[in-house]
């Protein structure tokens, strides 16, 4: 595991870089700390005890990740820990069922010939 004082080190000497052309336009970066299958809450917890303030929590990828963002104008900092890290599932996804009214009549659907 890499500490806190090894990112920003290297944050530092990025900075230094981008400092030697500040008129260069960029875009938006981001900053992702992903936490998958080997990392755990404690880990996420330690992150959040020291992410940027101020953030927002919310969730990720399909709802499946529990989520912090830092954003401003020049940079956007994310961190994301899947849910199953960090909550207890209590009934499993199903998909979604749609019960609808045909849109073409039977006449309709003849005219449009087969598919």
Do not use: N, W
Not at 46 to 58: E, H, I, S, Y
Not at 69 to 84: F, G, W
Request: charged share 30%; net charge negative; glycine share 4%.
């Amino acid at each position: 595991m890499i500490t806190a004082s090894a990112v920003a080190s290297e944050l530092r000497r990025i900075a230094d870089v981008f400092d030697k052309s500040p008129e260069t336009k960029l875009i938006q970066p981001r900053l992702s700390f992903y936490f998958g299958y080997a990392d755990t809450k404690e880990q996420f917890l330690d992150l959040a005890k020291v992410f940027p303030r101020p953030f927002d929590k919310g969730d990720g990828y399909d709802h499946q990740q529990y989520t912090l963002k830092h954003e401003t104008d020049a940079l956007e900092v994310y961190a994301a820990i899947d849910r199953s890290k960090v909550c207890t599932l209590v009934e499993e996804a199903r998909p979604a069922r749609y019960e609808c009214v045909p849109i073409l009549s039977l006449e309709e659907e003849a005219a449009l010939g087969k598919f």
